[in-house]
């Protein structure tokens, strides 16, 4: 039975000839093969993919072409018959958004690329990248059968050639960032190329947000795509300040929105990976907006990021004093411990550690805000063996700081188990 469909509760039997064959379920996209016979389209691809790929599954007939033909009059039977039977629980099938054939990718890549003049205009290019943007938002099958016809490459190309083109930048930029960039060589030509680099970092601070936003997700991928460690040393977007104060800019924005947030923190934390370019962010300002993002709005698996990019910036003394100065940091990182998953937990300990290590008034300020029960509620806990290690070195740094032990064993935030003792 279909996901939307209580099996045996309706009292109501889905005809036969709307079932697919293959899943015996509702079919959501009807297509037709070769032999005539009609299948779901996840039904039939799946079929294909386990190496079925030349023998049709009801009539055992060869299949010769695997085009797969949209039934649009059963689909439409079947919305109907949704509709009809609403009132017993039927929710009518959506009309499925047709995947992008690699004709058409051909021929629209073609029109984007074409060299503007008398017969192809930039409005017309524009267009055409739209339209293939539109069938990478469809789904992630479109994504792959865009890159595999080479255009990213295509796409660099337009982006980095046809600078006063905001249009054609804008669309290409947009189109680029949600394809894999799978070559290492794609993410060298931009990264070691001084021109590419100073125009992304211009783009950064572009009056359109999403063109900000894009700019900064690409800098972000080639960031990861760029392996050499040597090439790292020498990249030329972390090095640059500008390019900071644009990914943080991401962050510092009130009115930022859930993505501009999120690729802003994934940029800051790849950039930072290259340790040669960390002193750069704190000039910059990153502790403090790390800090305040923090205590408001990032959703889990930012919070990760940023405390990673937290404990990271921590490992210089420099780093460790911007986050030190802040009000919130000490506490904010107690609290986290424990509240919002193993990864946290880790990165903030590592934080706590670098800081508490640096200076005595942490010590005593991480002590005041409770962090002794949190490093004794992690050592048996089950976050990971790194974090316990943390959790350890901690504690004995800390002891001088302790609270006297009866009056901390018998306080209510512990629950005085007989399994943990002070070292």
């Known amino acids: 039975m279909p996901r939307n469909l209580q099996p045996l509760d309706l009292g109501i039997q889905i005809p036969y000839h709307f079932r697919c064959p293959i899943s015996l379920e509702l079919m959501q996209d009807p297509v037709t093969v070769c032999t005539g016979q009609t299948y779901d389209r996840a039904s039939i691809e799946s079929w294909v993919s386990i190496g079925n790929n030349t023998t049709c599954p009801v009539t055992r007939a060869p299949l010769s072409d695997f085009t797969l033909i949209p039934n649009h009059t059963l689909r439409r039977l079947i919305q109907e018959w949704c509709v009809a039977n609403r009132s017993n629980g039927v929710e009518r099938i959506p009309t499925p958004k047709q995947p992008a054939d690699p004709t058409s990718v051909r021929a629209l890549l073609s029109q984007a690329s074409a060299v ?53 930048v804008s669309e290409s930029l947009a189109l680029l960032v949600m394809l894999p960039i799978t070559e290492p060589n794609q993410c060298v030509s931009i990264s070691s190329d001084p021109g590419r680099v100073e125009f992304l970092t211009r783009l950064l601070f572009d009056s359109s947000i999403e063109t900000r936003v894009n700019a900064a997700a690409l800098i972000e991928i080639v960031s990861t795509g760029t392996k050499s460690a040597d090439l790292k040393g020498m990249f030329s977007i972390s090095n640059s300040e500008s390019v900071f104060e644009g990914v943080l800019d991401l962050l510092r ?90 990864r946290a937990t880790e990165y903030a300990a590592g934080a706590l550690l670098a800081l508490c290590t640096a200076e005595e008034r942490w010590r005593e300020e991480a002590a005041a805000a409770g962090v002794v029960v949190q490093l004794l509620l992690m050592v048996q806990s089950e976050c990971t063996e790194r974090a316990k290690k943390k959790a350890q070195k901690l504690l004995k740094l800390l002891r001088d700081s302790w609270p006297d032990y009866n009056s901390f064993a018998n306080s209510d935030d512990f629950g005085c188990s007989s399994q943990v003792v002070p070292f």
């Open 253 to 342: 924005n009130p009115i930022s929105s859930r993505r501009a947030l999120k690729i802003g923190i994934k940029t800051l934390f790849a950039l930072c990976l290259v340790k040669s370019t960390r002193h750069i962010a704190i000039t910059a300002g990153a502790p403090e907006i790390l800090i305040d993002r923090l205590a408001a709005d990032f959703d889990r698996c930012d919070t990760e990021r940023a405390l990673a990019t937290v404990e990271l910036l921590c490992r210089s003394p420099e780093g460790c004093a911007a986050f030190g100065e802040h009000a919130l940091t000490v506490p904010l990182l107690v609290k986290t411990i424990l509240r919002v998953s193993d």
């Open 116 to 168: 503007t003049g008398t017969h192809v205009s930039v409005r017309s290019r524009a267009a055409a990248l739209r339209r293939l943007r539109g069938f990478a938002r469809d789904s992630d099958k479109n994504r792959v059968l865009i890159a595999a016809h080479n255009a990213t490459e295509v796409l660099i190309k337009i982006l980095f050639s046809e600078t006063t083109s905001s249009e054609l």
